[in-house]
């Protein structure tokens, strides 16, 4: 019984697949805006991200979406195609 509590004690902390470009991007966003983002309103949807936030932080982010989806490119090599 020892033994399986071993081997199923290392899938105790998965993971969702894009959990850090979700970081990534958070981080990202709270260096080039000063926006602190929350990580459970950011999810990763078709190959771009989708925001579920307030009006105005949204559109502050869509204005620097452009910028943004470059550096995460440029600096850490992860592929967004869109921030919605």
């Avoid at 020892?2 to 899938?11: F, G, H, I, Q, W």
């Avoid at 000063?34 to 105005?56: A, D, F, W, Y």
């Avoid at 989806?69 to 967004?80: A, G, M, P, T």
Wanted: charged fraction near 20%; include cysteine.
């Amino acid at each position: 019984m020892e033994e399986l509590k071993t081997y199923l004690a290392r899938y105790k902390n998965l993971k969702a697949p894009h959990a850090s470009t979700i970081k990534l991007l958070i981080q990202t966003v709270n260096d080039e805006c000063g926006i602190t983002l929350i990580e459970k309103n950011v999810s990763i949807r078709q190959g771009g991200v989708v925001l579920s936030c307030h009006p105005t932080v949204r559109s502050e982010l869509l204005q620097n979406s452009t910028h943004i989806i470059s550096l995460l490119h440029k600096k850490y090599n992860v592929r967004i195609s869109f921030i919605r």
